[in-house]
Each structure stands twice: as structure tokens, then as C-alpha cells.
């Protein structure tokens, strides 16, 4: 009888073969995608849930972009539709501590979090990440937030691929593949879409479509459609009546079109970090408060046009078949445009694949009002510009071409139009290349310095080192009780930042000169003010981890110049800087 050992080793062999067969190189990655795609599939309909939940809780509706009349908040009858001024403000009171105290990556529109994971991290995320984001999203959207739930559910289900791969010790590989499971998983459930959700992945998540990424994706994403289907039903996202495109000699309006979303995709993300960078200058007070008084500001322009409450399918689905008139159309594509720059520069949590779906459909329908009127014989086709306008303004905006086309064929379930709808997509994407050097999501990331199109220098050296191999001595660290005048002696000794660890020597965090002044500032009595008060988290190293994924954390550090590397227990055990890595660099070259 074969021994334990030869056992397992037949067993791994068989599951490698089982893998290479489907084309996802080992059994246990294919069983880990369905369960990621099972439990993306999940979560995208829970989240769903919770966001009506919230809807309903904030405005009194389930969505209430899509209300007659706009009626009052039956928990705040006597203010009337004045509650949409107050209701992002007490959303933000809740979702903005959240962010801020538990999982600050949660702010914003999430996907370029996921593609920076996945290029410089080997694919971790923090399992803790899905959880606030799908709470902060929540909140966000269900009090008027004008944002999708597209972007969150990538986050969410990327962050549940990352863990569970962490969990069955992948290959960073691997992890990097059920990153994009994740991702697959959420857009397939969210939209019934399961060929768009594998393609969202690997052309914006893993920007690779390398043959074992495809199978295992794909399964993740038929696994998740399936959950949707089964709890959603089977139906196309938007019910559309036919579209048809029967003169030859409108594909040329469509081309036209192309252009003319391409330029508002660049403009959408332009003026989105525009806003951004406005809000960022203008607010003095502490971060956790912003989205609160930030979203009075966006109270107002919810109160002028409610139809921007929320992510606000019903009024693109108006939109689509014709129901405003063309100035309206316009008027609903800039509000958009402003109003999700708003939500997202206050410190709101949502995504933007949504939003520029609905500017995509009030330009193309206002686009298909406007050839009406010059070509009265044309006039039936306003509901098609306004399907293919979605597409181009989302390919101008995030360069994703295959994506785009795919998102609303099975958005609409519109065969007819997919010719006219690949070429505004095509032209689109052309433009936006032509005239931004980057889009909606790697914007963020290059605000950042990050360039996830370049290769990271040094990889292939530091490829298979540990941070352990290359990292030094820690300096001496301070406990988190010593009060910051102490600390401030300590700081200028040692000429650089400090590591604060608690009574068991478990890292808590860093202390700077930067910090130690800032809270110094309005500060009467330093002798009372302790260390841990002022003490800022540190991004820890773990001592086991791969350098080729920790220069990038290391890189960003900024003034600490270096990270705290722990033990799996959470204790101070060295220290890694620039420095260490270029030693190391040095030497294994």
C-alpha cells in the first residue's frame, strides 16, 4: 500500500491534470474560481438588497430617482421633497467614520484599487475591505449619493477572491487570477452579463487574456450568473423594445457619434479629478466629517434635480425610450457628470461604470433628437443612438473597448445593433486615446505615481527574495503610551519616523515628525497627548512576504522612508527602506 505521502503526490498529480485539461492549470484553482464566482454571485445580490434596503430607509422609496413626482420621506413628511438636501448628509455621517477608521481604500470608485492589487501586489487586498465597502456603498447610494454599485461590487468581489486565495496559500498567480474572478463574478451577477463580467476582468483587472486566466474567469463568472439568475431571474438588464438600423448610410451618424461620446468620456473623467482636486483644496477639517458636510452641497442639486438621486436606472432607461425632450437630455448628462464628481470628491463610495452609462445614454439620445430633426425620416432612432452612445461615452472614459461593446449587447439583449454600437465604440476609444494619456481609472493611480502600463523596475531580480532577506534593523521603538513630548525627544534623536508598539510589542503604527507637529498644533498640554493618539497606521510588511510585491508599498511610504516588517504575531521584527531594497538589488544582480 502506498505510503501518505505518495498518496498526496498522486492526488496533486491528478489534480494538475484535471487543471491542465480545462485550460486553468490546476484542480484546486478551478474548485477556488467557482467558489469565488459562487460567492461573488452572492454577494452582488445581497449588496443589491442592501442598497434598496438603504433607498427605502433614506428617501422612502426603493429607488427614488425613478418616482412620480418626487414625493416626501414618509419618516420626514413636513420637510417635503426638501429631506434629498439632508439625506446625504447623515448617509455621510455614518459611511464617512467608516472609511476613515476601518478601510480607507473603500473611498472612492474601487476599481483602481483592484487593478493596482492586482499589478504591484500580487493580488492582496484586505479581506475587511469588502465588508466596508459594501456598507459604505450602501449608505453612499441608498442616501442620494449619485454613484453606481458596479465599482463596489468589483471590490467587493475581487477582495473575496484575494482572501480566499490567501486562505488556500496560492501562487501570486493565482491570487492575481481569482482577484479577477472576483471581479467577473460581480459585474456577471450585477448586470446578467456573464461574457461582459469575463472580459471587465481581463481587459481592465488583470490586462492580460493569456489562456489559463480565460478558463478560469469564465468559470467564476458562470457560476456567478447563475446565483443571479436563480435569485434575480433571467431576463436583460434594461427592457428595451427593437432597435433597428436598416440605411447603410447611418453608420456614418454613428461614427460621428463615436466622436462626439468619445470627447465626453475624456471630459467626464477630466472634470471628475477636477472636483476632486477643488474639494480636496477647500476642505480644512478632519477627514471622517467631509462626506457629511459635503453632502449638503450635493443636497442642493439633488433638490433641483431628484432625478439624480442614487445611481438612477430609471431615468437612463426614460432616456433610452425617448421620454425627454432634448434639452432636458442635456441638462440630465451634465447634472450626471456633476453630481457623481461630487459624491466621489466629498468622500462618497461608488463606482463610475454606472454614471457614465447614463451620460452615455442622455448624449446618444439627445444626439438621435438632434439627426431627428435634421432627418425626419430618422426620427424612430433615438432610442439606438442612445444604446450605442452608452457604450462610446464608457470606451472614452475607460479605453476598454471590448468591453463597452459587450456590456450593452447583453445589457439589451440588441443584436441588430452590434455593428453600429462596435464602430461608435471603436471611434471612441480612438479618440480617447488620441487626446488623454490616460482614463477614468488609471488616472487615479497615476495621481498617485503609479503607471501600472509600466513594468516595475527591478522585478525580475527581486523575483523569489523576501522582504525578510533584504530588511534591517528596526529603530528603536517607542510604546504607545509615552506621552508626545517624550516622543518628540525621541524623534529628533533618531532623525526619521518611529514605530509605536503596545505593551506586548505588537506594531500599532508610526509616529513622524509631521504627525507629531500636526497633532502638537492644537495641543495645550503635550505631557497629556500620548504617542497612540498621534500615531498614523502603517501599511506593516509581513516578514515572509515576497519583495518583488513590497518595493511598491515601500516606494510610496513617503516620509517614513521605509515600512515596520512584523512577524505572524504581529511583532516588531525589522524595518525595510529604499535603501535595503537597493542593497539588495546590488547584490542579487
Given amino acids: 500500500m502506498p505510503s501518505a505521502a505518495v498518496r498526496g503526490s498522486r492526488i496533486r498529480a491528478l489534480g494538475r491534470g484535471v487543471g491542465e485539461r480545462l485550460g486553468v492549470g490546476s484542480l484546486p484553482l478551478v474548485l477556488l474560481s467557482v467558489i469565488v464566482g459562487l460567492g461573488a454571485g452572492l454577494a452582488a445580490v445581497a449588496f443589491r438588497w442592501l442598497i434598496v434596503g438603504a433607498t427605502q430607509l433614506f428617501s422612502g422609496a426603493a429607488d427614488y430617482a425613478g418616482t412620480q413626482g418626487h414625493p416626501a420621506n414618509h419618516w420626514v413628511p413636513w420637510l417635503g421633497p426638501a429631506f434629498v438636501i439632508f439625506a446625504p448628509a447623515v448617509g455621510g455621517l455614518i459611511y464617512g467614520p467608516l472609511v476613515h477608521f476601518f478601510a480607507r481604500e473603500a473611498r472612492g470608485h474601487g476599481v483602481p484599487e483592484v487593478m493596482y492589487a492586482v499589478a504591484r501586489k500580487g493580488g492582496r487586498i484586505k479581506g475587511r475591505v469588502a465588508v466596508v465597502k459594501a456598507l459604505a456603498s450602501a449608505l453612499t447610494i441608498g442616501s442620494g449619493g449619485s454613484v453606481g454599485r458596479e465599482g463596489p461590487i468589483v471590490q467587493i468581489g475581487s477582495a473575496l477572491g484575494s482572501r480566499l486565495g490567501t486562505l488556500a496559500g496560492s501562487s501570486e498567480a493565482q491570487l492575481r487570477t481569482l482577484v479577477a474572478c472576483g471581479a467577473a463574478g460581480g459585474i456577471a451577477a450585477t448586470f446578467n452579463a456573464p461574457i461582459a463580467g469575463v472580459f471587465f476582468a481581463l481587459e481592465l483587472i488583470l490586462r492580460d487574456f493569456a489562456a489559463r486566466s480565460f478558463a478560469a474567469v469564465m468559470l467564476s463568472s458562470i457560476a456567478a450568473s447563475v446565483v443571479g439568475r436563480a435569485l434575480l431571474g433571467n431576463y436583460p438588464f434594461l427592457q428595451l423594445p427593437a432597435f433597428t438600423v436598416s440605411n447603410p448610410a447611418e453608420m456614418l451618424l454613428f461614427a460621428l457619434l463615436g466622436l462626439v461620446a468619445g470627447g465626453i468620456g475624456v471630459l467626464f473623467s477630466k472634470i471628475l479629478y477636477a472636483v476632486e482636486d477643488v474639494c480636496d483644496w477647500l476642505w480644512r477639517g478632519p477627514e471622517w466629517l467631509r462626506p457629511a458636510l459635503g453632502g449638503l452641497l450635493l443636497g442642493c442639486l439633488l433638490l433641483a434635480l ?146 501600472i502600463s509600466a513594468p516595475a523596475r527591478g522585478r525580475a531580480v527581486l523575483e523569489g527574495h523576501t522582504v525578510a532577506q533584504a530588511m534591517g534593523e528596526a529603530p528603536q521603538p517607542v510604546v504607545e503610551t509615552l506621552s508626545a513630548r517624550e516622543a518628540g525627544r525621541r524623534l529628533l534623536e533618531a532623525n526619521g519616523a518611529l514605530p509605536v508598539v503596545d505593551a506586548m510589542g505588537r506594531l500599532t503604527g508610526v509616529i513622524t515628525p509631521a504627525t507629531l507637529a500636526a497633532g502638537l498644533e492644537n495641543e495645550d498640554d503635550a505631557d497629556r497627548l500620548t504617542v497612540g493618539a498621534l500615531a498614523q497606521a502603517a501599511a506593516a510588511l509581513g516578514r515572509d512576504e515576497g519583495l518583488e510585491s513590497a518595493v511598491e508599498a515601500v516606494l510610496a511610504a513617503g516620509e517614513t522612508d521605509g515600512l515596520p516588517v512584523i512577524d505572524t504575531d504581529g511583532h516588531l521584527c525589522g524595518w525595510l527602506s529604499t535603501e535595503h531594497v537597493l542593497h539588495r538589488l546590488v547584490a542579487a544582480s
Fill in 306 to 451: 431628484p432625478q439624480m438621486y442614487g445611481v438612477g436606472y430609471p431615468v437612463l432607461e426614460n432616456s433610452v425610450l425617448g421620454h425627454y425632450a432634448l434639452g432636458f437630455l442635456l441638462v440630465l448628462g451634465a447634472a450626471k457628470i456633476l453630481a457623481t464628481s461630487l459624491t466621489i470628491g466629498v468622500g462618497g463610495s461608488g463606482g463610475v461604470f454606472a454614471p457614465s452609462l447614463f451620460v452615455g445614454a442622455t448624449a446618444g439620445a439627445a444626439f438621435g433628437q438632434a439627426v431627428a430633426l435634421l432627418f425626419p425620416s430618422l426620427a424612430g432612432d433615438a432610442g439606438a443612438f442612445a444604446l450605442v452612445g452608452m457604450g462610446a461615452v464608457f470606451a472614452g472614459s475607460t479605453r476598454a473597448a471590448i468591453t463597452a461593446g459587450l456590456i450593452i449587447f447583453e445589457l439589451s439583449g440588441e443584436y441588430s445593433l452590434i455593428l453600429p454600437l462596435l464602430l461608435a465604440v471603436l471611434v471612441a476609444t480612438a479618440l480617447s486615446a488620441l487626446i488623454s494619456g490616460d482614463t477614468i481609472y488609471t488616472r487615479k493611480l497615476l495621481r498617485r505615481g503609479v503607471d
